[in-house]
Nanobody
Framework: QVQLVESGGGLVQPGGSLRLSCAVS????????MSWYRQAPGKQRESVAS???????NYVEAVKGRFTIFRDNAKNTVYLQMNSLKPEDTADYYC?????????WGQGTQVTVSS
């Protein structure tokens, strides 16, 4: 059974940092491309950052220079380091694993940026 379990969300002040983790089991993690998405209240889910099986990364413009996605294949985990957080980063964050036609989603972790 494939499981993606996100953790690390919470309440943080503007300018603060959080590191999200997504622990994956039940699939061959190293061959999957991994992504972080977010969905703010009343908005569509959007891709935030992605990392391929080869380690190539991509970011949405709004988070470039502030967020870093990285993976540890030995731990079957993908991370999202979020620095200089802004109120507009408030959302539920989800990780996604995809390989060819297969994709799997986690249940999400909530991030709230507020003073």
């Amino acid at each position: 059974q494939v499981q993606l379990v996100e953790s690390g969300g919470g309440l943080v002040q503007p300018g603060g940092s959080l590191r999200l983790s997504c622990a994956v089991s039940g699939l061959t993690f190293s061959i999957y491309n991994m992504s972080w998405y977010r969905q703010a209240p009343g908005k569509q889910r959007e891709s935030v950052a992605s990392i391929t099986s080869a380690g190539d990364t991509n970011y949405v413009e709004a988070v470039k220079g502030r967020f870093t996605i990285f993976r540890d294949n030995a731990k079957n985990t993908v991370y999202l380091q979020m620095n200089s957080l802004k109120p507009e980063d408030t959302a539920d964050y989800y990780c996604r694993a995809n390989f060819k036609i297969w994709q799997h989603w986690g249940q999400g972790t909530q991030v709230t940026v507020s003073s």
